[in-house]
Nanobody
Framework: QVQLVESGGGLVQPGGSLRLSCATS????????MGWYRQAPGKQRELVAR???????VYADSVKGRFTISRDNAKKTVYLQMNGLKPEDTAVYYC??????????WGQGTQVTVSS
């Protein structure tokens, strides 16, 4: 059974950086587009960055120029480098396939809190 394990979150000051990792187990990771999603309190989960199997990336306007998604197919891992963090980036971050209906059950996510 495919599992998703996100890590790398934490508390950071505005303007700071974090690097999130999402390790997958099982499944044919390399054939799927993967994405990073986030869910802030009281809001719906949203897709903030995605990367195709071939490495093409697309970003939500809110993170464009600050976040970078990448993947290592050999390690079955997807990353999210987050720079210039803002308080509005505070959320639980998840990874999954794009669209998520193609992927496994959501993981536990990793909390990112941006606060001074």
């Amino acid at each position: 059974q495919v599992q998703l394990v996100e890590s790398g979150g934490g508390l950071v000051q505005p303007g700071g950086s974090l690097r999130l990792s999402c390790a997958t187990s099982g499944g044919r990771f390399s054939i799927y587009a993967m994405g990073w999603y986030r869910q802030a309190p009281g809001k719906q989960r949203e897709l903030v960055a995605r990367i195709t199997s071939g490495g093409i990336t697309v970003y939500a306007d809110s993170v464009k120029g600050r976040f970078t998604i990448s993947r290592d197919n050999a390690k079955k891992t997807v990353y999210l480098q987050m720079n210039g963090l803002k308080p509005e980036d505070t959320a639980v971050y998840y990874c999954n396939t794009v669209p998520p209906q193609l992927g496994p059950r959501w993981g536990q996510g990793t909390q990112v809190t941006v606060s001074s």
